[in-house]
């Protein structure tokens, strides 16, 4: 008797099995409908055979097949597979975190109809000036008088939801569904006429690329900020679109901007999707199913994107690629540019990584020849190299945080009509409310952090667990009512700006200021709108926006970054002041980067600012090698939690014990801890941690997979939630 092996979206590491009907064909990939419990659920066949672990007559049978083909393409099937192993993740959720949620909830995989915003006959019979007063409306039909858009591309164009309904009811413009024919983009793909010509450096990152005759190479694309990094993706898109192939590009999560978008779009003709937070479930259901049926030409999205089948796919493209967006930081933690490698590697494509700081993973692997390096070293066009100055803070008297050199340099950039860019990475108005009186903190007492003072919605909110209260105006310690904020956040430095610039205009762009929809778009396009201005950001701020106006960038407060328990924060700040300060001049103009500190003499400043983030990057890669940390060795972080601060280390202790006693466990297995999590109280639970660490990947790997088999048998298994980080960034 046939036997299905069906994954379920459950927390546990098994397939479930049922007997297949006589009638019913089934494949591994297809999904199915079986009963599970009292319930009804959506599962897929992960693989066919006439064996099960329980007596077959016991088996419930498989209700219904809902596909006839499989889903997922074979080269996403095996990343799959491959990777609930690596990560030791239950196969079901990975299967079903792949999948459009349409998909998951059982759905056919069909293209539903598309809705359009065209305008209606008197729409183009009307004359955009009549709409003067109502500019959003204009720019609409506008926009519409050039044809017709598609609803998720709307957000894209800045076209105004409620302009287009504020003209639907005057019968300028309506929505139409439409059934969507394949375009076969293939045929009629032409090379741009009118693009760059790219500088030597360029055409030979092009050239290696291209004529490494479409097989899997990983190359390592590094290149300073503004040294054309974006045109060598796009010609070597170019290339593979000319053969009829597919393109796959990953962007940070806060690189999807209008401006990149449009870049691809307005390069080639042929289609190209993209995946970003305003899409419904139908329209991501739509592009993945275009992607898979080969009518999308390029994909371009956020780390989940990486799950997109295709139907040939020529090339992989990761953007920033050390950027920690693409690491998944809740459930199933994979590292999409990790799994991006392996599925170029599969599928023997090309990828191309991209980034002006490289992770130290990514120059280990070129260190060991797995990847390959192109390097852009001048910015391109005529844009010149940033000059960089320290400002030490010691007994300077401070205003709003800025030095009296630090204003003076800023008055004289916003007086030649450029932009300056005031970087700070404490979002608030301050990160901590004291008593004057007795030292009492404002603290969250569910995460023992204390509160940031949010000054314009009037309330302290803990950055940790997000709870808020108000803001207190008697201490509850001694009663006074001498509250002071310590400290300064982005929206203080907004308030106290004002006073010293007072006919300058002020863009604070941070997570509370965009957390709107459409939000940062506007404060982008004030931005690019040109004409001086200053620019006060968190570290959204430091990622792929060109700003041509921007001469001075300026750094207020870096100290705390410098001083981290985490071996990692070294390279994350040398990768964020790189970064930063690429800002500075990228068109031309002359740029300048000032950094505020305490210490001007730290030998991470000392090195960064006199020779650079490649010299930063060796040195550190060196020292790691020295004590055998990552990239050197592996890294598994078991985390457990618990809500008396005593459960967990005794479930981690029992954990150390069987992962010791497992017979892959050797001399060079090193076990650390349990020991408090780094941040050791979030939301009322108690954190704790054991870290893994090996030389050998393959063989940690043999480690953990010997001792999770056993895990649930652990008396503290059931008592605390745990989880597991193959390869951690964090912690
Ligand atoms: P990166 O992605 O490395 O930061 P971009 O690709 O965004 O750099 O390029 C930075 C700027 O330089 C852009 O305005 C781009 O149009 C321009 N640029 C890139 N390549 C060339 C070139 N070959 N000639 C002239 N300008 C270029
Ligand atoms: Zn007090
Ligand atoms: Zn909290």
């Known amino acids: 008797m046939p036997v299905a092996h069906v994954a379920l979206p459950v927390p546990l590491n098994r397939t479930f099995d049922y007997a297949i009907p006589e009638n019913m064909v089934l494949v591994a990939g297809c999904r199915v409908t079986v009963p599970f419990g009292t319930q009804k659920r959506t599962g897929i066949v992960v693989s066919i055979d006439d064996t099960s672990e329980l007596p077959l007559a016991d088996l419930k049978t498989v209700q219904e097949a809902l596909d006839s083909t499989p889903l997922y393409s074979a080269s996403l099937w095996r990343l799959l597979l491959w990777a609930a192993n690596y990560y030791h993740h239950p196969i079901g959720e990975v299967l079903f975190h792949a999948l459009p949620i349409p998909l998951r909830q059982g759905k056919p995989a069909l293209l539903s109809p598309q809705s359009y915003w065209f305008a209606t006959e008197q729409g183009m019979a009307t004359d955009l000036n009549g709409l003067k007063r109502a500019p959003k409306q204009q720019q609409a039909l506008a926009a519409l008088h050039q044809g017709p858009v598609l609803r998720q591309q709307t957000t894209e164009l800045d076209l105004n939801d ?15 569904q439409e059934e969507q024919a394949s375009s076969p983009w293939q045929n009629m793909f032409t090379l741009a006429q009118d693009r760059l010509r790219l500088n030597t450096e360029q055409a030979m990152a092009v050239g290696a690329i291209h004529g490494d005759d479409d097989h899997f190479t990983a190359w390592l694309l590094a290149g300073i ?34 401006q990149t978008i449009a870049r691809f779009r307005e390069r080639f003709k042929a289609p190209v999707d993209v995946l970003h937070s305003g899409l419904n479930d139908s329209e991501r259901l739509a592009t993945w199913i275009k992607a898979s049926r080969g009518d999308t030409a390029i994909v371009i999205g956020t780390r989940s994107a990486l799950f997109t089948p295709f139907r040939n796919l020529g090339v992989i493209v990761i953007d920033e690629e050390h950027d920690s967006s693409y690491k998944q930081q809740e459930g199933w933690r994979y590292h999409a540019r990790d799994l991006a490698v392996w599925r170029a590697h599969s599928e ?22 797995k990847y390959r390096q192109l390097k852009l070293t001048r910015r391109a066009g005529n844009a010149r190299p940033a000059m960089q100055h320290v400002l030490d803070l010691k007994g300077q008297s401070l205003q709003a945080g800025l030095s009296p050199a630090l204003i003076n340099r800023m008055r004289q950039h916003l007086e030649a009509d450029n932009q300056v860019i005031l970087f700070l990475n404490r979002r ?11 030292g009492w903190i404002a603290e969250c007492q569910r995460c023992d952090h204390y509160y940031t003072i949010h000054q314009r919605q009037r ?20 009663g006074s009512t001498h509250l002071v904020p310590v400290g300064t956040g982005t929206e203080q430095l907004e308030e106290s700006l004002a006073p010293f610039f007072p006919s300058v205009p002020v863009s604070r762009i941070d997570r509370d200021t965009t957390s709107r929809k459409g939000a940062l778009e506007k404060h982008l396009e004030a931005v690019h709108r040109g004409g001086k201005r200053i620019l ?4 959204m701020l430091a990622k792929g926006h060109h700003f041509p106006d921007v001469t001075l960038v300026a750094l207020l407060d870096v100290d705390g970054a410098l001083f981290s328990a985490d071996f990692r924060a070294a390279e994350r700040f040398a990768q964020l002041y790189t ?28 090195i960064l600012l006199a020779k650079g983030y490649d010299a930063f990057a060796s040195q550190a890669l060196a020292e790691r090698q020295k004590v055998m940390l990552p990239p050197w060795s592996s890294h598994v972080l078991i985390r457990a939690e618990d809500h008396n601060n005593q459960l967990a280390p005794v479930f981690l202790q029992q954990l150390r014990n069987l992962l010791q006693a497992s017979p892959a466990a050797d001399q060079q297995l090193w076990l650390l801890g349990p020991v408090p999590a780094l941040q050791p109280k979030r939301g009322g639970r108690f954190r704790w941690q054991l870290l893994l660490q090996h030389p050998s990947r393959a063989r940690l790997q043999q480690v953990l997979a010997t001792a999770l088999v056993l895990v649930n048998t652990l008396p503290g298994a059931k008592k605390v939630k745990w989880m597991l980080d193959v390869d951690p960034i964090e912690g």
């Open 162 to 176: 409620s302009a287009l309904q504020s003209l639907r009811r005057k019968g300028l413009c309506d929505i139409r």
């Open 225 to 258: 900020t503004g040294s054309g990094k974006t045109e060598v993706y796009l010609s070597v898109l170019e290339n593979v679109l000319a053969r009829g192939k597919q393109a796959l590009v990953l962007v940070p999560e806060i690189g999807l901007t209008p």
């Open 348 to 369: 023997d494509i090309p990828i191309v990584l991209g980034s002006a700081t490289p992770s130290l993973e990514t120059l280990y692997n070129v260190q060991q020849r």
């Open 428 to 438: 608030g108005y301050a990160p901590a409310l004291l008593c004057h009186d007795c």
């Open 459 to 478: 309330h302290l909110r803990c950055h940790h667990c997000d709870s808020q209260r108000p803001i207190p105006h008697q201490c509850p310690g001694c």
């Open 536 to 539: 006060i950001g968190t570290q």
């Open 579 to 606: 970064q930063v300060s690429g800002r500075a001049g990228r068109a031309g103009k002359q740029g300048e980067v000032i950094l505020q500190t305490h210490h001007p003499e730290h030998p991470l400043l000392q």
